[in-house]
C-alpha cells in the first residue's frame, strides 16, 4: 500500500466487514477481508493480518463464550491443530498447493449444497464413544489446512455441524481451535522475520474498524435462531468453497 487516498478506507472497510462476518459466524474474516485485501495488498500482508487480526477476532470471541467452553471436548482438536499446522505450512512452502486449495474448494461446495438443500442432516453419533481419536485427526486436517490456506476452523466447523451440537457449543468448539490454529501461524511467520513496517501501520490503522465490526457481529449472533446460524454457516462455506476454486 502506497498511501494513495482510496486504498486506506477500503482497507477499513474490508476489515469491517471480515470482522463483523466472523463475530456473527464465528469464522471467515480472512475469506471477506482477502476479497478487498488483495486488490490493495501484497499476499504476504494479506496473510500476515488475517492470522494477526483473527487471532484477536478469535480470541475476544471466545473470551465472550468462556462460560460454554468445556476444555475435556477441545483438548484433542487443539492438539491435532497444532501439529497440522507445520504440515500445512511445508505444503505451501515445499509443494504445489493449488490442487488442494482446488480439491477443498470443491469438496465445500459439494457439501454446502447438499446440506442446503437437505435441511434434515442425522447428527454423527457413531463417533461419540471414540470421538476423542476422531477430533483429533479433524483438528489435525483443519490446521494443516490452515496452514496451506489461512482458513484455520473450516473442518472442525462441518465437523461440529455434523456432531448435531446447538450453536453455542460448536462456536465454543471451533473457535477455540482456530485461535490454536491462527496462534502457532503466527509463531511460524514470526519465526521467519517476514513482516515489515507496512504491515506494523496497516495492523494498528485496522484496529479500531476490527474490534466494532466483531462487537456487532456479536450483538447479532445472539439474535439467531438454531436455523438461521446453520444457514449462515453453510452459505459461507459455499462462499469459501467458490473462492478457493477459483
Known sequence: MDGISLEIPLFIIATFAGALVAGLSGFAFGLVAASIWLYILTPLQSVSLIIAFGLIVQAYSVWKLRSALDWRRLWPFILGAA??????????????????????????VLYSLYALFRPAIAPVKAVKAPGAAADAVVGFLNGALGGITGLAGILVTIWCGLRGWPKDV????????????????????????????????????????????????LKLFGRLDEAAFRKIVLVLLLATGAVLIV
Open 83 to 108: 501439529l497440522g499446522v507445520p504440515v500445512g505450512v511445508s505444503i505451501l512452502t515445499w509443494g504445489d498447493p493449488r490442487h488442494v486449495r482446488a480439491g477443498v474448494g470443491v469438496f465445500l
Open 170 to 217: 460448536q462456536r465454543a468448539v471451533f473457535q477455540p481451535v482456530a485461535v490454536a490454529t491462527f496462534l502457532v501461524s503466527a509463531l511460524w511467520i514470526g519465526a521467519k522475520g517476514v513482516l515489515g513496517a507496512d504491515t506494523v501501520g496497516l495492523f494498528l490503522i485496522g484496529l479500531p474498524a476490527l474490534f466494532a465490526g466483531t462487537w456487532l457481529g
